[in-house]
């Protein structure tokens, strides 16, 4: 099973951005599609952004898109969040999550199958 660390979490005025960071060890990082979820304080987990094992596929939640764009660097063995225009709404605990790339690469298996979490970074954003 592969473990996920993540970072770049912080405190930002609305407007402003951050980049989170997924750092992946003890398996082949390419074996995995990799997506970002949160959850706010009172609320259930949400999916956010997701791409496949190469990199050549992404995908994202509307309530992100055109803000947040989501990279990988399989030599690194990193995924990356890129959050831009941050809202208050966007306040929440960011997990990195892993999807075996042998349960298919439609979005909806891959969706179904993050089996690997991260311990979550907390970001905030001020109005």
């Known amino acids: 099973q592969v473990q996920l660390v993540e970072s770049g979490g912080g405190l930002v005025q609305a407007g402003g951005s951050l980049r989170l960071s997924c750092a992946a060890s003890g398996r082949t990082f390419s074996s995995y599609h990799m997506g970002w979820f949160r959850q706010a304080p009172g609320k259930e987990r949400e999916f956010v952004a997701a791409?496949?094992?190469?990199?050549?596929?992404?995908y994202y939640a509307d309530s992100v898109k055109g803000r947040f764009t989501i990279s990988r660097d399989n030599a690194k063995n990193t995924v990356y969040l890129q959050m831009n225009s941050l809202k208050p709404e966007d306040t929440a605990v960011y997990y990195c999550?892993?999807?075996?790339?042998?349960?298919?690469?439609?979005?909806?298996?891959?969706?179904?199958?993050?089996?690997?979490w991260g311990q979550g970074t907390q970001v905030t954003v001020s109005s």
């Open positions: 999550a892993a999807a075996e790339t042998q349960y298919g690469s439609s979005w909806r298996s891959i969706l179904a199958n993050f089996g690997s």
């Open positions: 791409i496949t094992w190469s990199g050549g596929r992404t």
